[in-house]
């Protein structure tokens, strides 16, 4: 197998933002028209979704878990569940778009707010401020390990008075992210066992390029919110 060259890198990077664009794209498109909103059912917030994709894009996937996850679901992490629920007046709600594309490799998720509570309003623009500050760490350091970059949002966090959930904080484009710590490659997560660098090559000579995903919970008050996209790549 032949060494990516610098024109097959900047290609498969271009594939990844633009499938970054799209998802924002989509989110856009979601929160201007209302497709969720209190008093709709997750269940039929995310067939308008994946109806909105295949106006916008032509092509929308059937997923294995939910595209929206509200109230308490919002504590649970990605991945297939049965309930489904109505988005009530003052709720949290998570909408996972990246998958719905029916592109491989892409990773999307952004926090909407309803109701006027401080504390989940304020979780809404936490989210990405944290973001931003862990992509400013990466680009001041290029030997950035995941174990410290975990550590920098488990700070961030703690600061906040937020819970992150789960082990990992992301995950190596191409990594299964449902994937559990005793199974996987630590070196394919953000995670506290990641001790190599973020910027590095990977499998076939490609570049790594990550997805960062933050999912931060109140447990005590039955919420949380997440936030997902490309760490490396604008």
């Given at each position: 197998?032949?060494?990516?060259?610098?024109?097959?890198?900047?290609?498969?990077?271009?594939?990844?933002?633009?499938?970054?664009?799209?998802?924002?794209?989509?989110?856009?498109?979601?929160?201007?028209?209302?497709?969720?909103a209190p008093?709709?059912?997750e269940r039929e917030a995310s067939d308008r979704i994946r109806e909105l994709a295949r106006e916008l894009f032509g092509t929308a996937a059937r997923l294995p878990g939910p595209i929206v996850r509200s109230g308490p679901?919002?504590?649970?992490?990605?991945?297939?569940?049965?309930?489904?629920?109505?988005?009530?007046?003052?709720?949290?709600?998570?909408?996972?778009?990246?998958s719905v594309l029916a592109v491989s490799e892409a990773g999307f998720a952004s926090t909407l707010v309803f109701g006027e509570d401080p504390d989940k309003q304020r979780l809404a623009l936490d989210l990405p401020r944290m973001f931003t500050a862990c992509r400013e760490a990466l680009l001041a350091d290029s030997r950035l390990t995941g174990g410290r970059l975990h550590a920098e949002?488990?700070?961030?966090?703690?600061t906040s008075g937020w819970t992150p959930?789960?082990?990992?904080?992301?995950?190596?484009?191409?990594?299964?992210?449902?994937?559990?710590?005793?199974?996987?490659?630590?070196?394919?997560?953000?995670?506290?066992?990641?001790?190599?660098?973020?910027?590095?090559?990977?499998?076939?000579?490609?570049?790594?390029?990550?997805?960062?995903?933050?999912?931060l919970v109140d447990e005590h008050r039955g919420f949380g919110g997440s936030y997902k996209r490309l760490l490396d790549l604008v």
């Amino acid at each position: 197998m032949s060494v990516p060259d610098r024109m097959d890198e900047r290609l498969r990077a271009l594939g990844l933002v633009e499938t970054q664009r799209m998802a924002e794209a989509l989110f856009a498109g979601t929160a201007a028209r209302g497709l969720v909103a209190p008093g709709r059912s997750e269940r039929e917030a995310s067939d308008r979704i994946r109806e909105l994709a295949r106006e916008l894009f032509g092509t929308a996937a059937r997923l294995p878990g939910p595209i929206v996850r509200s109230g308490p679901h919002t504590l649970l992490p990605y991945g297939p569940r049965t309930p489904d629920r109505v988005i009530g007046e003052d709720d949290l709600v998570i909408a996972e778009l990246g998958s719905v594309l029916a592109v491989s490799e892409a990773g999307f998720a952004s926090t909407l707010v309803f109701g006027e509570d401080p504390d989940k309003q304020r979780l809404a623009l936490d989210l990405p401020r944290m973001f931003t500050a862990c992509r400013e760490a990466l680009l001041a350091d290029s030997r950035l390990t995941g174990g410290r970059l975990h550590a920098e949002l488990l700070a961030l966090a703690a600061t906040s008075g937020w819970t992150p959930a789960g082990w990992h904080c992301g995950h190596l484009v191409g990594a299964d992210p449902a994937a559990r710590v005793r199974d996987a490659r630590p070196d394919a997560y953000i995670c506290a066992e990641n001790d190599r660098p973020l910027r590095r090559t990977v499998e076939g000579g490609w570049q790594a390029h990550w997805i960062l995903e933050i999912h931060l919970v109140d447990e005590h008050r039955g919420f949380g919110g997440s936030y997902k996209r490309l760490l490396d790549l604008v």
